[in-house]
């Protein structure tokens, strides 16, 4: 693995526009604009629709499944979309998939911004990221799974701001 973010570092070409969104589906869309696309559920503690970021704070998430046997997961915060995961099919999700998807983003984009990895409940995931300016892209690999997350971060910093506010306002209390 650590061959692999050697050989992504060596990497070189020039960034571009990243995707505001994932097949026709666009960041600050409401949730009615993506039911009218897609048939998806919503993620509830008990419902059978469980998301991947458990690092997600008071999480708006809507669930669909592809034929392809991914796993999309639409992130709302004040009802307008701001992050998507893709989750792919645990049977692809090998090292050498996880290689091939981040050739095809470095040839679409140019060089990863970053890659690190980090320790998650006990689990090594790697990271590959994008950034350019308005959304990020990060790949991820760990878990027995390979993630593809994008997040508007207009929308991010208006959620995580939020948070501190509740938080600040609780503290004072």
């Known amino acids: 693995m650590l061959n692999l973010l050697l050989f992504v570092s060596l990497?070189?070409?020039?960034?571009?526009?990243?995707?505001?969104?994932?097949?026709?589906?666009?960041?600050g869309m409401s949730i009615e604009e993506?039911?009218?696309?897609?048939?998806?559920?919503?993620?509830?503690?008990?419902?059978?629709?469980?998301?991947?970021?458990?690092?997600?704070?008071?999480?708006?998430?809507?669930?669909?499944?592809?034929?392809?046997?991914?796993?999309?997961e639409y992130y709302f915060f004040d009802g307008r979309l701001y992050k998507i995961?893709?989750?792919?099919?645990?049977a692809k999700s090998t090292e050498g998939f996880y290689k091939n998807l981040i050739d095809k983003a470095q040839k679409e984009y140019g060089p990863a911004q970053s890659h690190y990895q980090e320790n998650i409940f006990g689990i090594l995931v790697l990271h590959v990221k994008w950034d350019d300016g308005k959304s990020t892209m990060d790949l991820r690999s760990g878990a027995g799974y390979v993630y593809e997350v994008l997040v508007d971060k207009a929308g991010e910093r208006e959620k995580a701001s939020e948070i501190r506010r509740k938080r600040s306002l609780k503290e004072s209390i």
């Open 11 to 27: 990497q070189a070409q020039a960034t571009i526009a990243l995707p505001n969104g994932f097949q026709g589906i666009t960041w």
């Open 85 to 90: 995961y893709i989750v792919y099919d645990r």
């Open 34 to 72: 993506l039911t009218s696309q897609f048939e998806v559920h919503k993620a509830t503690p008990g419902s059978g629709y469980s998301y991947a970021d458990h690092m997600e704070t008071d999480p708006d998430v809507y669930v669909r499944h592809t034929k392809d046997n991914r796993k999309i």
